[in-house]
């Protein structure tokens, strides 16, 4: 598997969701996570997955 990009903030993650979620989801099914490691991953995608471009829009000062 080919070394991926660091990203570089949000909106870089944002466009990068799709295979993001999927290393998340990938980790989750990994057997050497904890209970609660698995939980907090699950919620983070239960977040980001809600997470649109609207969202990352700068509010006017």
Do not use: A, Y
């Not at 990009?5 to 466009?15: I, N, Q, S």
């Amino acid at each position: 598997m080919p070394q991926q990009e660091p990203v570089r903030d949000l909106v870089d993650f944002f466009d990068h969701w799709q295979s993001e979620r999927n290393r998340i989801v990938r980790l989750i099914d990994k057997p050497v996570i904890t209970t609660n490691e698995k939980k907090t991953l699950e919620l983070m995608l239960f977040v980001l997955d809600r997470v649109g471009p609207d969202d990352l829009k700068s509010e006017p000062n």
